[in-house]
């Protein structure tokens, strides 16, 4: 268990719907990192944020966003889904600031399916 | 633009052999980290060893070893005594000093055979 807590677990949807899938960090951790991990794409880095800010942004596409609240939790909001969009999301979290703590800690994921 | 090469994407070994799962890696930066992740049927993402590129002493973490060649931007991952649960897929990454944004490979498939 890597103390980073994703939900829900599984996901089934609509085209042209919209989802928000959420991720609570390990404790005191501040940053907050999105990725999709879809079959032929494999693992692609989607967006980070710490301590409420966004930090670096990766192949993340307009119709996706992502926020961190005061208390740390992250939510990635997707919307007008496409099949296309059907993969694991996963979330990690990190503490920046020292070498022992730069290290990336991930979530049990997402699975979103998108009929 | 950082890129990480996995060139094997399905190894298998016999339980309680020894196995190398290679990882070459293209940054024209000095400082950085290397990392080994575990995906096991589970999906999750488990961490299984990482490397500081000032470090010239290879990580190592009980049965799990890397052989981390700076110049030749080499980063293999060597698993002793396999163990059926070591069967996973396995990701090499790579991550700027400057930045938390970790790059993969395609990933390794291994199977530990009984």
């Known amino acids: 268990d890597s103390g980073v807590t994703q939900t829900p677990k599984h996901l089934i949807t609509a085209t042209g719907q919209r989802v928000t899938l959420r991720c609570s960090p390990r404790s005191g951790d501040l940053s907050v990192y999105w990725y999709q991990q879809s079959l032929d794409q494999g693992l692609q880095f989607l967006i980070q944020?710490?301590?409420?800010?966004?930090?670096a942004k990766g192949n993340i596409l307009e119709r996706f966003s992502a926020q961190q609240f005061p208390d740390l939790h992250s939510e990635l909001n997707l919307s007008s889904l496409e099949l296309g969009d059907s993969a694991l999301y996963f979330c990690a979290s990190s503490s920046p600031g020292g070498l022992s703590t730069d290290t990336q800690y991930f979530g049990p994921g997402t699975r979103l399916t998108v009929l | 633009a950082q890129t990480v090469t996995q060139s094997q994407p399905e190894m298998s070994v016999q339980e309680a052999e020894t196995v190398t799962l290679s990882c070459t890696y293209d940054t024209s930066e000095n400082n950085y980290y290397l990392f080994w992740y575990k995906q096991p049927p589970s999906r999750q993402m488990i961490l299984v060893i990482r490397q500081e590129a000032y470090k010239q002493q290879n990580a190592t973490e009980n049965r799990f070893s890397v052989n981390f060649q700076k110049a030749a931007k080499s980063f293999s991952l060597k698993i002793s005594d396999s163990q059926l649960g070591d069967t996973a897929m396995y990701f090499c990454?790579?991550?700027?000093?400057?930045?938390?944004?970790?790059?993969f490979g395609t990933g390794t498939s291994l199977t530990v055979i009984p």
């Open positions: 990454a790579f991550m700027r000093n400057t930045g938390n944004q970790f790059y």
């Open positions: 944020y710490y301590n409420g800010e966004e930090r």
